[in-house]
């Protein structure tokens, strides 16, 4: 089974549904770590290594009947294990903090809820693929479904795959995130996403704090 050695490296996660300005916050964080003098790598799912780029392109552009819900979430997994080998492991085992712009709690929401294709399938694969690695900690940036469309319909490129999908499909998400969210209590923490890039990133840096760097 996979299984990463023990590190000295955080994993963090952030998570939630399209245009909940978890990107925006990542960076921000990275910045804010980096400047704590602490190694800090950036990445993003799907992607964050080459092979994963690939895929990434595959899943993100076209048709929303492209994949069904099962061919979708195999390519996911496909592309996370490719991150996990070649970027995030290593990073961890060098003491590096990985900052990740999605991760697995992502295919559980979109896939399992979203497209209904249910949590025990999801978890089947995780399993098979991820085993017990987890995040140390998971940012859930949480958004009315309307405001997530409603933010992303201005925005100009060929990934929008998920973008076209239905509000139902959004709700659908939404919920499935804060389920997640409910069930990892330890692990997650669900940020208001209404609110300002500098309220954001306050509670972000404020939460690490408190874990990891007092
Ligand atoms: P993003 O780079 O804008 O976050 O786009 C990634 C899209 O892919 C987004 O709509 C969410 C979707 N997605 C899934 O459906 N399942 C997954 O496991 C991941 C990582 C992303």
Known sequence: MPKVQPHS??????????????STQAK???????????????TREPGGAPGADDIRELLLTGDPDRWDAIGETLLFYAA????LRLTVWPALAAGTWVISDRFADSTMAY??????????????????????FAPELTFIFDLPAEEGLRRTEGRLH?????EKME??????LRE??????????????????????????????AEIQNRFLS
């Not at 996370?80 to 991150?83: D, G, M």
């Not at 509000?167 to 659908?172: I, N, T």
């Not at 499935?176 to 692990?187: Q, S, T, V």
């Open 9 to 22: 490296g955080k994993f963090i996660t952030l998570e939630g549904g399209d245009g909940s300005g978890k």
């Open 28 to 42: 921000l964080l990275s910045d804010f770590l980096t400047s704590q003098a602490i190694a800090v790598v950036a």
């Open 80 to 83: 996370r294990r490719n991150h």
């Open 111 to 132: 896939q399992g809820y979203g497209n209904q294709l249910g949590i025990e399938a999801v978890q089947k694969v995780h399993d098979f693929t991820v085993a017990d």
């Open 158 to 162: 060929n990934e929008d795959r998920f």
């Open 167 to 172: 509000l139902a499909f959004h709700q659908r």
């Open 176 to 205: 499935g995130f804060l389920d997640i969210a409910r069930k990892n209590a330890d692990r997650c923490v669900v940020i208001d996403a209404t609110r300002s890039v500098e309220d954001i990133q306050r509670d972000l840096r």
